[in-house]
């Protein structure tokens, strides 16, 4: 079964727009954590931002915010005041606790490719 | 920059051959991770050492194997290589073992098998 579920293959936002990224998971733990690389063109994965699943505020990293919807199980990304180089493919991925056989490993979506028109 | 380094940035070798991935992880990090990113299977997790033992294995070819030294530099071994094995590899790292903490990613070997 899919843990990580990206819904929008791709997304066209005008700069400086807002831009919400859709994320959600399936896990029966109850303490995981959920993540959000960039991929830009170039190839690297670069760590955005993360949400604990005991943390009760959403997360927050300058222009990234995370809205976690614990009951719904979705963790999407918003963008705001987006820029020309926010171009990129952007990931979702949950790491499940400790006790769960195999945790140490992140399980990734199939991502969503954003791209930011002056 | 992640602070973790990977050699060589990109890789082209025939099929049939072996080739040896290498990473460097952050200063601190104890826990090196392997993952493989193809078109198809997308992001894959093939396996994770920690100081120095090997932690968790995922969907790793038994024609790949890893290994993690004492001063906690790992490397990927790909042997028997197959025109699907082209893919982009990434080598990632944490402080810890099991936790929930942040992986931080190199920037990948490219690796086309022709």
């Known amino acids: 079964a899919q843990k990580i579920t990206q819904t929008q293959p791709g997304m066209f936002v005008q700069e400086k727009e807002a831009v919400t990224l859709d994320c959600t998971y399936d896990?029966?733990?109850?303490?995981?954590?959920l993540f959000w690389y960039k991929q830009p063109s170039s190839g690297e994965m670069i760590f955005l931002i993360y949400?604990?699943?005991?943390?009760?505020q959403n997360a927050t990293e300058g222009r990234y915010s995370l809205n976690f919807q614990k009951a719904r199980k979705s963790a999407n990304l918003v963008i705001s005041a987006s820029q020309l180089g926010d171009s990129a493919m952007y990931f979702c991925?949950?790491?499940?606790?400790?006790?769960?056989?195999?945790?140490?490993?992140?399980?990734f979506g199939q991502g969503t490719r954003l791209t930011i028109n002056p | 920059d992640s602070g973790v380094t990977q050699t060589p940035k990109h890789l082209i070798t025939a099929t049939g051959q072996r080739v040896t991935l290498r990473c460097s992880p952050r200063s601190g990090d104890l826990s090196v991770y392997w993952y493989q990113q193809s078109l198809d299977q997308g992001l894959q997790f093939l396996i994770q050492y920690y100081n120095g033992e090997e932690r968790a294995k995922g969907n790793i070819l038994e024609r790949f194997s890893a290994q993690q030294f004492p001063d906690l530099h790992s490397e990927l071994n790909l042997s028997s290589l197959e025109l699907g094995d082209s893919a982009l590899y990434f080598c990632a790292s944490s402080e810890g073992a099991g936790g929930l903490e942040t992986q931080y990613f190199g920037p990948g070997t490219r690796l086309l098998v022709l």
């Open positions: 991925a949950m790491r499940e606790g400790p006790g769960i056989q195999g945790a140490q490993k992140l399980v």
């Open positions: 949400q604990g699943s005991y943390d009760e």
């Open positions: 896990t029966s733990d109850q303490s995981y954590g």
